[in-house]
């Protein structure tokens, strides 16, 4: 397959698409690279598995695109390297997202420590969430005692919505949204997680 990020450039989007991929439920798949937005796409260069090779190119682990460990054995090979996506200096390497906090590489650190954090979402069962907004996708996950409401904004606009539920009680475990009176304000590719009662 390609990498989503060659299908989904726009990095807000790929945060949401991770974000629903490690809450929603099941057991997430993370395709190397896809966690600091590496492209590519099936190269076409005649009848050889070389096409495959853009889809799974090495790792990019450094700023300039080179160094030790880099499995770019495939160097000089062909069209699938003259045509290679790891370009110095692009923000798509783990060095350049290592320590910048809204980077997607951090993001998908958060979403994974959350999830690991809290048994409603490691392990609970899915439910929907039923609100009055198109744009925005809810659901719960639910474990025991414990039950966590995942509010997505799918849009690139502010939504509000209202939930169909009444909670009496909600803590805020992701993002910066505020629950009020079973409405919530959403910024564009927003993902809020609240643990309600």
Same mark, same amino acid.
């Given at each position: ?61 450094? /700023? ?12 000089? /090979? ?8 790891? /370009? ?18 951090? @993001? ?21 969430? =039923?609100?009055?907004?198109?744009? =925005? ?22 939504? /509000? !919505?209202?939930?169909?539920?009444? @909670?009496?009680?909600? !803590? ?10 079973? !409405? ?14």
């Amino acid at each position: 397959m390609d990498r989503f990020a060659s299908l989904e450039p726009n990095i807000e989007k790929q945060k949401v698409a991770a974000a629903l991929m490690l809450l929603i439920g099941g057991v997430p798949s993370i395709y190397y690279g896809q966690e600091i937005g590496m492209q590519g796409k099936i190269g076409n260069w005649g009848n050889t598995d070389g096409n495959d090779i853009p889809r799974r190119a090495a790792f990019d682990w450094y /700023t300039s695109a080179t160094g030790k460990g880099m499995a770019t054995w495939y160097e000089g /090979t062909g069209g699938w390297w003259d045509n290679n996506l790891l /370009t110095p200096n692009d923000g798509i390497s783990a060095e350049e997202q290592l320590n910048n906090d809204s980077s997607l590489f951090n @993001y998908y650190k958060r979403v994974i420590r959350l999830k690991q954090m809290h048994p409603a979402l490691a392990k609970g069962a899915y439910q929907n969430a =039923i609100n009055d907004n198109d744009n =925005i996708f809810s659901f719960y996950r639910s474990n025991k005692n414990r039950k966590a409401l995942v509010a997505v904004n799918l849009s690139g606009e502010v939504q /509000t !919505t209202r939930f169909k539920d009444v @909670y009496k009680n909600d !803590t805020l475990l992701f993002g910066n949204s505020k629950l009020y009176q079973n !409405t919530i304000q959403l910024k564009p590719y927003d993902v809020v997680v609240f643990e309600i009662k």
